[in-house]
């Protein structure tokens, strides 16, 4: 059973930082790309950044700014989103996204407030 299970996520002040996990079971997770997406209240989901199966490439949207690092620890089948200089535009839920064998799989999600 594929499981994605997001956590880290928390209240910050505007230019704190947080560490946001990943944790994944259920399928190969060397061989595919894990993606972070978020969603303010009344706006759509958007893609944050994702790393691909071997860890060699990350790609970030462009509003990240080279705030966001995504990392992973092979050993524990995680993938980290580091943000820093969070802003309150930054708040929402948070998730970690996969897609096997042509199908999509998502995390419960975190939620990230930040006050300014």
């Known amino acids: 059973q594929v499981q994605l299970v997001e956590s880290g996520g928390g209240l910050v002040q505007a230019g704190g930082s947080l560490r946001l996990s990943c944790a994944t079971s259920g399928f190969p997770w060397h061989s595919y790309a894990i993606a972070w997406f978020r969603q303010a209240p009344g706006k759509e989901r958007e893609r944050v950044g994702l790393?691909?199966?071997?860890?060699?490439?990350?790609k970030y949207a462009d509003f990240v700014n080279g705030r966001f690092t995504i990392s992973r620890d092979n050993a524990k089948r995680t993938t980290y989103l580091h943000m820093t200089d969070l802003q309150p535009e930054d708040a929402g839920v948070y998730y970690c996204?996969?897609?096997?064998?042509?199908?999509?799989?998502w995390g419960p999600g975190t939620q990230v407030i930040v006050s300014s």
């Open positions: 996204h996969t897609n096997w064998l042509g199908f999509p799989y």
């Open positions: 790393m691909n199966g071997d860890g060699s490439n990350t």
